[in-house]
């Protein structure tokens, strides 16, 4: 049975973007910093990252993040972690020929609850990945999110998007792991229910 999984990485401040974030600019102002480890993996970064992917089905994502990432000059012709399903969770899907990647993304207009339940039907036995703040947030207040992990970044953004805002709390985790690298420290939490 898949797991539904958020992944992100985030500042200490809470942030998984900097403010102003565009398509220009995917991760705002300053946020590029909460990515620069992809840029200078050690082993341990490689493998968490590794991990990751290898893992995921399909993803559930919100439509903030596929019109900043989309295409051309984001992600190319697949997703955040290429070219598995993902499900775009919007009040309003382009129109079919703007689809960057028809055979990858398919917009969802009812629901964090329909968008996971299709997400966990095209991963089979694989993950389902949550990308977006505002995704994870949906999706934990819904009960649907089983795993939180977290790769905590070393600098306070002092604004942005911030990961936890708006969560219908409290909400109990348990820590399942933690991995230190040179730059950055994982961490992976189980939600409690």
Partial sequence: MSNVISGMSMSLDGFVTGPADTRANPLGLGGE????????MTEADEQVLGDMVRNVGAVVMGRHSYD?????????????????????????????????????????????????????????????GVHGASVARQALNAGLLDEIHTTLVPVLLGS??????????PVELRRTWSVQSADVTHLRFVVLR
């Fill in 68 to 128: 900043v990432c989309e295409g051309e000059g984001g992600w190319g012709d697949g997703g955040p972690v290429g070219k598995v399903p993902c499900f775009v969770l919007t009040h309003r899907p382009p129109d079919p020929g703007d689809v960057v990647a028809p055979d990858v993304f398919t917009f969802v207009t009812d629901g964090i609850e329909a968008a996971v339940r299709r997400a966990k039907a095209a991963a089979g036995a694989l993950d389902v």
């Fill in 33 to 40: 910093r909460l990515h620069r480890w992809l840029c200078d």
């Fill in 160 to 169: 942005g998007k911030r990961l936890f805002d708006g969560v219908d709390g």
